[in-house]
């Protein structure tokens, strides 16, 4: 409703007063982003406890709290392949004081999820947090010691071999899809719920592979449990560095990183999303922090806001086309 003086003012007068109204609005606004961070902030991971984005958020938590000179909350809003805590934080305000902290699913959602009442591309990129890089995993019992092998040894059994993912249109499902059209093989997937599940058959011999994080295969490849043959990632894992890449192994192109970055709203300030970038990099310098991700096997970067947004696209656009040309769904 207009005001008393709006209504009664003259047209020039009238003009006067909207201009000082978008002034005082623009002013409040700014000084908001100065005084940014208000209160706690609260990191949303919309997926499970425990798993690798709330374990990245967690990490991240304190020392960025320090910097901010607000208290961080991790909060889980898991469910729908973690479309729901996205949900979330996409009508959230954008403050700064709602933030995402997401995955891989995060540029294969828009792709497989129907109905979607927000838009992934809508959110503001802060940062790329972290890196997972997969490693392909047989049983040692196979006989192949390397890609060449492995692919003759799959291409003799064509029809017979099956292999195992996480889950449908996962990180370790596409990853595999991926290696599968270059290398020119044709197995049955095994879907599973969660990628230790799949590891275990592996290890049983039920599945002839699977792709896993580097976190959770490593102990058992330096055990000598399971078989390391390559990582899909365009370069070698410090923690397994007698393994070769895809490229290396002679398939180029197979490279399906799982990763962890935060988003903010749609709308957000370039300021705050600014604000909240330094935040996340004084946290990844933070020796305690940076011992914990190398523990598990992550790559730390922290990289720009615009370089994640071009990160964001490319991977969006490549899984996209993954997704249609392999005809992958989550049923």
């Known amino acids: 409703m207009k005001s008393e003086t709006m209504m009664h003012a003259s047209p020039g007068r009238r003009a006067l007063l909207a201009v000082a ?13 100065r005084s940014f961070p208000s209160q706690p902030v609260r990191i949303v991971s919309p997926y499970a406890p425990g798993g690798g984005t709330d374990t990245t958020a967690r990490v991240i938590g304190p020392a960025m709290g320090e910097f901010m000179g607000q208290p961080i909350l991790v909060e889980n809003r898991g469910g729908a392949g973690g479309s729901i805590g996205a949900a979330e934080v996409a009508r ?22 129907r109905g979607l009442a927000f838009d992934y591309a809508a959110f503001v990129p802060v940062t790329q947090i972290t890196m997972l890089p997969q490693v392909m995993i047989i049983n040692p019992r196979v006989p192949a010691k390397d890609m060449a092998q492995f692919i003759a040894y799959s291409k003799a059994r064509q029809g017979q071999l099956s292999y195992g993912s996480s889950g449908n249109a996962t990180g370790s499902h596409l ?10 093989l044709d197995l ?25 994080t580097v976190n959770s295969a490593t102990q058992l490849i330096l055990d000598g449990r399971l078989r390391a043959l390559t990582v899909a990632s365009d370069r070698r894992v410090t923690s397994l560095p007698d393994v070769p890449t895809m490229a290396e192994a002679g398939l180029p192109g197979v490279v399906v990183d ?55 696209t490319e991977r969006r656009e490549a899984m996209g086309r993954l997704v249609k040309e392999a005809s992958i769904t989550i049923e």
């Open 258 to 312: 799982e990763w962890n970055g935060m988003f903010a709203p749609p709308g957000t300030p370039r300021r705050i999303v600014e604000r909240l970038h330094a935040g996340v990099r004084h946290a990844l310098a933070a020796p305690v922090v940076r011992e914990r991700f190398a523990a598990i096997g992550a790559v730390t970067l922290g990289t720009d806001p615009d370089s994640f947004a071009a990160f964001v």
């Open 92 to 113: 959230s305000a954008p403050d700064g004081h709602t933030v995402l902290v997401d995955a891989l699913g995060h540029v294969v959602n828009p792709h497989v999820l």
């Open 175 to 184: 990853a595999s899809v991926l290696f599968l059209r270059r290398a020119g």
């Open 188 to 212: 049955a997937h095994v879907p599973y719920r969660g990628g230790s599940a799949a590891m275990q058959d592996v290890l049983a011999g039920n599945v002839l592979f699977a792709m896993a």
């Open 21 to 33: 109204g978008a002034v005082l609005a623009t002013s409040r606004a700014r000084a908001q982003e």
